[in-house]
């Protein structure tokens, strides 16, 4: 059981490269997250998605793009890297549909993306 | 806006202490609260999650209380282990909108042999 996998793990980009962040969790969960996690700033919620073909902005949004047209995978993109984008990126999901409702806020990890933009 | 704060921000003590960290949060109306764990280089893995209308959870050698009244959560371990080592993460659901976690930024903990 593989949970959230995230790929790639490490990648170096150059200011104004695009890119692309996979996750892919084999829950089927309905909820999906990207998060990114910088020093002295914790975690910040990039955009979320509460099921296949939805997704919402979260805190700090701007700069990324993201897309849902499989339950199981959640994308996040870059659209034209800049030095502050980077950081470590987590995606998570949560609840199980036939789950209960109380477990959803339970979220599954993966184990993250470092992004240097030079 | 909700805010959450974890003191102390690191905790260094000898293996086998019993210890608290502190989480607090500004808005009373929460859903739940939870506590999660990060090993260095790796992902959050959930510990326990307590309902807003709960007062504590428990799960082996960790002990987590809720007092939505005070906004405080503890997170309580017990004999700790080199192996609990890791920084420890508060986060709480909205009652208004318990789609998403408003995080703390987790207490490092060293527990030393």
């Known amino acids: 059981n593989a949970g959230v996998t995230q790929t790639p793990k490490f990648r170096v980009l150059k200011t104004g490269q695009s890119m692309t962040l996979l996750c892919a969790q084999d829950?089927?969960?309905?909820?999906m997250y990207w998060y990114r996690q910088d020093p002295g700033m914790g975690l910040r919620l990039i955009h979320y998605?509460?099921?296949?073909?939805?997704?919402a902005k979260g805190e700090v949004p701007d700069g990324y793009n993201v897309s849902r047209l499989k339950k199981q995978n959640f994308l996040l993109g870059l659209e034209s890297a800049a030095p502050s984008q980077t950081s470590v990126y987590f995606c998570?999901?949560?609840?199980?549909?036939?789950?209960?409702?109380?477990?959803?806020?339970?979220?599954?990890f993966g184990a993250g993306t470092r992004l240097s933009v030079l | 806006k909700q805010e959450v704060t974890q003191i102390p921000a690191a905790l260094s003590v000898p293996e086998g202490e019993n210890l608290v960290l502190n989480c607090s949060f500004t808005?009373?109306?929460?859903?739940?609260l939870q506590w999660f764990r990060q090993d260095p280089g790796k992902g959050l893995t959930s510990l326990l999650l307590?309902?807003?209308s709960q007062r504590e959870q428990t799960s082996g050698r960790l002990n987590a209380s809720l007092d939505k009244s005070s906004g405080r959560s503890t997170l309580y371990i017990a004999a700790s282990q080199p192996g609990d080592s890791a920084t420890y993460l508060c986060?709480?659901?909205?009652?208004?909108?318990?789609?998403?976690?408003?995080w703390g930024l987790g207490t490092s903990l060293a527990v030393n042999p």
């Open positions: 808005d009373s109306a929460i859903y739940n």
């Open positions: 307590i309902q807003s």
């Open positions: 998605s509460v099921g296949e073909g939805t997704t």
């Open positions: 829950m089927n969960h309905e909820y």
């Open positions: 986060a709480v659901a909205n009652a208004g909108n318990n789609r998403k976690l408003i």
């Open positions: 998570a999901s949560s609840y199980p549909r036939l789950g209960s409702p109380l477990a959803k806020n339970i979220q599954y």
